[in-house]
């Protein structure tokens, strides 16, 4: 039976994008069910003492995780994961900013509707969005952020990597993520980052 690997991301975390290109590249040589999940940093950091430039991302950061609920909710969870490619490598290797042009040519590359983009500037399908977030924080706690790695329903925040492990140190690092979930009672291994995101998109090693 293949392992159930199910991946939370926000689209406007870099982290998260590092992670899903190891678990893309663990699942050309795994048998793994990768699920794919949204995961809304603007609601996790709801109610919290921000600086004023994280206040700003985190507001800015509503308008494409609505509408990625928006798509799977009209067109199945099927286009989450080509939705979030779409808007990921324009954002992080892709380096733009620009919210609203992003979703709108993700959206045209991903064949969905362009009218899918006012979903960004309304709560229609808040519901939702906090409902998978919450669905993540059942596993790790509330006191973390994106990505999210849960397999076989045990879960992690992190991996927090850089750049994205690929061939055998991407299995290796999925063996022992994998070891680590096995282990009742496990719950944390952390050390300080010393580097920001490198991304590399070059295809696998």
């Given at each position: 039976m293949p392992q159930t690997v199910d991946f939370w991301f926000d689209p406007a975390c870099?982290?998260?994008?590092?992670?899903?290109?190891?678990?893309?590249?663990?699942a050309r040589h795994r048998d793994v069910d990768v699920r794919w999940h949204v995961m809304s940093l603007s609601v996790v950091n709801e109610g919290r003492e921000l600086s004023p430039s994280y206040r700003r991302e985190m507001d800015a950061a509503w308008g494409p995780v609505r509408v990625l609920v928006a798509a799977a909710e009209a067109h199945g969870d099927g286009v989450l994961k080509p939705l979030y490619d779409a808007m990921g490598s324009r954002r992080h290797p892709g380096g733009r900013t620009d919210a609203e042009a992003i979703v709108a040519e993700s959206l045209a590359e991903v064949g969905l509707p362009a009218a899918l983009a006012a979903a960004a500037t309304t709560d229609e399908h808040d519901a939702a969005l906090r409902a998978s977030t919450a669905a993540a924080q059942a596993l790790v706690g509330d006191d973390v952020g994106t990505p999210v790695v849960a397999i076989d329903g045990v879960g992690f925040f992190g991996p927090v990597v850089t750049p994205a492990p690929r061939g055998e140190r991407a299995l290796a690092m999925f063996d022992g993520l994998a070891l680590m979930t096995s282990v009742p009672g496990f719950y944390e291994l952390k050390r300080s980052r010393?580097?920001?995101p490198v991304f590399d998109d070059g295809g696998p090693a």
């Open positions: 870099p982290w998260a994008w590092m992670a899903s290109r190891w678990i893309d590249e663990v010393t580097s920001g």
